[in-house]
């Protein structure tokens, strides 16, 4: 083995196969299991709809997502110890690792867990239940508030508003965070997913594998760039400061967040939606409003500078203004909370696909390049 042979960042390693997820990078498309992102959001599915067509690769019939929605409820019970620890941890914590510890708790408890074809997807099915409540409890610690509940709504969506913000959602904004759950849902192989899939190719739990891709999605190469891309709008402060701002980044040469992708070498087609949801919604936050400004000018001095490079707007780039707008504060990591709060669902179908169909421990090689066997001299001579 030679350095020659290493794939770095396992650019082109194929780690699996999967019928959940194709993205066309070059032009720009992305499917969930045959269905254009663009027809599923135009359809107006609900998100549970979409983690069904992940768990079981089919859209439920009514009857079918009745009862998956009951196992998701099932779910927001989450044991009482797991949100003690949550509002145990400091509120100015950050809420992907809040959300870790939640889910290293459940693999605590959980520890005579065996993966089974009979019963993986209730678990998968009331684990997304789960997140609902710990990812509202992480953000209502974050934001001063006691421990609650995620109780069963007509929506995951519509509940998990209710809980963070303790009144009722517009039907406008139910749709907005129906949507971004829907967006975020898969997206293939990335970092995270391939995380998870390390840990439970050795048979470790789900928890386990939710909790590994937490680890891998907080960076801000990978989801950390849904706050990140956000951050450097509300640093910017002012659209007449776009300019200046970009000429000192490029000056600096630093990446712009929410641009760029490893698989997309175009626009990406979620940023698409995201960025038309931004527009809907800033009329509700002037705050939200001054960030779009910023967002759109800098978005073209972004792709004049790096299109015909293939950089291009990412669907972190515009996800944070939804969010804004939606009334989320810009703290703490939580815009990468809710991206794990809808890619839950594309981890756990992955697991499945994974340990179900085509399990092999992962386990790569490193080229060694370190010295040649040497003496070893003892401690008191050297
Ligand atoms: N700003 C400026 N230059 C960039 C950017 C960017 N955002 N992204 C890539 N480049 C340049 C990079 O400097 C390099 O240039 P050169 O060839 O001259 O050295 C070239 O493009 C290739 O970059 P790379 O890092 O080798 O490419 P990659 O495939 O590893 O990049 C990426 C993927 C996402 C890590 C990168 O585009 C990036 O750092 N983007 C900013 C962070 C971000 O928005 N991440 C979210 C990704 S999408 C959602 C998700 O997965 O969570």
């Known amino acids: 083995m030679t350095e020659e042979t290493i794939s770095r960042g396992l650019e082109d390693v194929n780690i699996k196969w999967t019928k959940l997820t194709t993205i066309d990078g070059d032009k720009g498309i992305l499917m969930y299991a045959g269905y254009s992102i663009e027809d599923v959001i135009n359809s107006g599915a609900m998100a549970e709809e979409i983690q069904y067509l992940f768990l ?7 009857k079918e997502l009745e009862e998956y929605r009951k196992k998701v409820e099932e779910g927001y019970n989450v044991p009482d110890f797991v949100l003690d620890l949550i509002m145990k941890l400091p509120p100015e914590s950050d809420a992907v690792a809040m959300q870790m510890v939640a889910f290293a708790a459940l693999a605590a408890k959980e520890k005579d867990f065996k993966w089974d074809k009979n019963t993986d997807r209730d678990v998968a099915a009331k684990s997304i239940g789960m997140m609902n409540t710990i990812t509202a409890n992480v953000f209502r610690h974050i934001m001063g508030k006691g421990p609650k509940k995620v109780e069963k709504s007509e929506s995951y969506a519509k509940s998990f508003l209710r809980t963070v913000f303790d009144r009722e959602p517009s039907r406008e904004e139910i749709d907005a965070m129906n949507t971004a759950l829907i967006l975020y849902t898969d997206h293939e192989v990335p970092a995270s997913t391939t995380a998870g899939l390390v840990a439970v190719s050795t048979l470790s739990d789900i928890y386990s594998g939710v909790t590994s891709a937490l680890a891998a999605l907080k960076g801000p190469l990978h989801g950390g760039a849904a706050e990140a891309a956000i951050m450097q709008f509300a640093e910017i402060g002012d659209e007449k400061k776009v300019d200046e701002w970009f000429e000192n980044l490029l000056k600096q040469n630093k990446r712009l967040m929410g641009f760029g992708h490893r698989v997309y070498k175009t626009y990406d087609p979620r940023a698409k939606i995201f960025k038309k949801y ?9 705050e939200a409003e001054k960030m779009y400004k910023i967002a759109t000018r800098l978005e073209e001095l972004g792709i004049k500078q790096y299109g015909s490079k293939g950089i291009y707007p990412n669907t972190d780039y515009y996800s944070g203004i939804v969010y804004m707008a939606l009334g989320f504060p810009l703290k703490n990591n939580m815009y990468t909370g809710l991206f794990a709060l809808s890619r839950i669902t594309g981890w756990e179908a992955h697991f499945i696909e994974y340990v179900e169909e085509q399990h092999r421990l992962i386990r ?7 010295p040649e066997r040497r003496e070893f001299v003892p401690l008191e001579k050297r």
């Open 278 to 286: 931004a527009e809907k919604l800033i009329k509700n936050s002037k």
């Open 364 to 370: 790569p090689r490193a080229v060694y390049k370190g």
């Open 56 to 62: 079981y690769g089919k859209l439920p019939n009514k």
